[in-house]
């Protein structure tokens, strides 16, 4: 009984070894930071040598260690830290009132023919308005301050959630829903024991996009009604020709944006161990 159970361990053992062998470079974690490195350090070499020589001016394209001067400088004053601390509080709180509502009303249309019928019309009509014209009546509504905002944020970040997560209860399979309902199931029980595991994917590709969002509609608030920020921040150095806080701004923007998608990554690998 032993030997058959070792010989069968090591038929696995040497079955699983080829896998092992067979994973793509691409996949291994250090492989892909490395990759993912790659292009970011060719512009920046790039970058230094038009700057360098000449081939761009100055005043069009700074150089590399001017806008980490200019970093530093806002650094030490405290103002740096103050409108990236407040910029990321209002990616984030916008983020949260955009995607739970978003979850709501996709429940409502993804599962009822009823509300899709009488709401998803108007919804996909809300979704073509570009950001920048809800500005002005948000100021109209809610004054220039933190309400209007993160108003504007939780707009960006509803219609993502809303569109994919309702697409995905739409197509759940229909004899997974037919067993929940064999088991009692019904209305909210159904919909967290059967159907929202079942969309877990598509509620995460809809919760990314919306933080993606997010970022955007930040900044289409920062850049028209606001005293700090990184929206601000560009707003106020375009118009005193910083181009080297310009960058910086961008690029501070880029890497939060990427620091909050990983973390969301991190998220569903713990979301799809969890529900799928």
């Given at each position: 009984?032993?030997?058959?159970?070792?010989?069968g361990?090591s038929?696995?053992?040497?079955?699983?070894?080829?896998?092992?062998a067979?994973?793509?470079?691409?996949?291994?974690r250090?492989?892909?930071?490395?990759?993912?490195?790659?292009?970011?350090l060719?512009?920046?070499v790039?970058?230094?040598?038009v700057t360098?020589t000449g081939?761009?001016?100055?005043?069009?394209?700074?150089e590399?260690?001017?806008?980490?001067?200019?970093?530093?400088?806002l650094?030490?004053?405290?103002?740096?830290?103050l409108?990236?601390a407040?910029?990321?509080?209002?990616?984030?709180i916008g983020f949260?009132i955009g995607?739970?509502?978003g979850?709501?009303?996709a429940?409502?249309?993804g599962l009822s023919?009823?509300?899709?019928?009488?709401?998803?019309?108007t919804?996909?009509?809300l979704?073509?308005?570009?950001s920048?014209?809800w500005?002005p009546?948000?100021?109209?509504?809610?004054?220039i301050g933190?309400?209007?905002?993160?108003?504007?944020i939780a707009?960006?970040?509803?219609?993502?959630?809303?569109?994919?997560?309702?697409s995905a209860?739409r197509h759940?399979d229909?004899?997974?829903?037919?067993?929940?309902?064999?088991?009692?199931?019904?209305g909210?029980s159904l919909l967290r024991?059967?159907?929202l595991?079942a969309?877990?994917p598509?509620?995460?590709?809809?919760?990314?996009?919306?933080?993606?969002?997010a970022?955007?509609?930040?900044v289409?608030?920062e850049?028209?009604?606001?005293?700090m920020?990184?929206?601000f921040?560009?707003?106020?150095?375009?118009?005193?020709g910083?181009?080297?806080?310009?960058l910086?701004?961008?690029?501070l923007?880029a890497l939060?944006?990427?620091?909050?998608?990983?973390?969301?990554?991190?998220?569903e690998?713990h979301l799809l161990?969890?529900?799928a």
């Amino acid at each position: 009984m032993s030997a058959e159970l070792l010989t069968g361990q090591s038929a696995d053992a040497s079955r699983s070894t080829p896998l092992l062998a067979a994973r793509p470079l691409t996949q291994r974690r250090g492989v892909r930071l490395a990759v993912g490195a790659l292009l970011p350090l060719v512009i920046l070499v790039a970058w230094q040598v038009v700057t360098s020589t000449g081939l761009v001016p100055a005043y069009r394209l700074p150089e590399p260690l001017s806008v980490l001067t200019a970093a530093g400088q806002l650094a030490e004053g405290g103002d740096l830290g103050l409108h990236v601390a407040i910029s990321v509080q209002r990616v984030l709180i916008g983020f949260a009132i955009g995607a739970t509502v978003g979850l709501a009303l996709a429940a409502v249309v993804g599962l009822s023919r009823l509300g899709d019928a009488l709401l998803a019309p108007t919804l996909a009509a809300l979704r073509t308005v570009p950001s920048l014209a809800w500005v002005p009546l948000l100021i109209l509504w809610m004054q220039i301050g933190e309400s209007s905002k993160i108003t504007l944020i939780a707009i960006g970040a509803f219609f993502p959630v809303l569109t994919t997560v309702s697409s995905a209860l739409r197509h759940v399979d229909p004899q997974l829903v037919e067993a929940g309902r064999a088991f009692g199931l019904r209305g909210w029980s159904l919909l967290r024991t059967v159907q929202l595991p079942a969309v877990v994917p598509a509620v995460v590709s809809g919760l990314r996009l919306a933080l993606a969002q997010a970022w955007l509609f930040l900044v289409a608030a920062e850049l028209i009604a606001s005293s700090m920020g990184l929206g601000f921040l560009l707003n106020d150095s375009q118009q005193n020709g910083r181009v080297d806080r310009i960058l910086l701004a961008i690029v501070l923007l880029a890497l939060l944006g990427s620091l909050t998608n990983a973390l969301l990554g991190v998220a569903e690998k713990h979301l799809l161990r969890r529900w799928a």
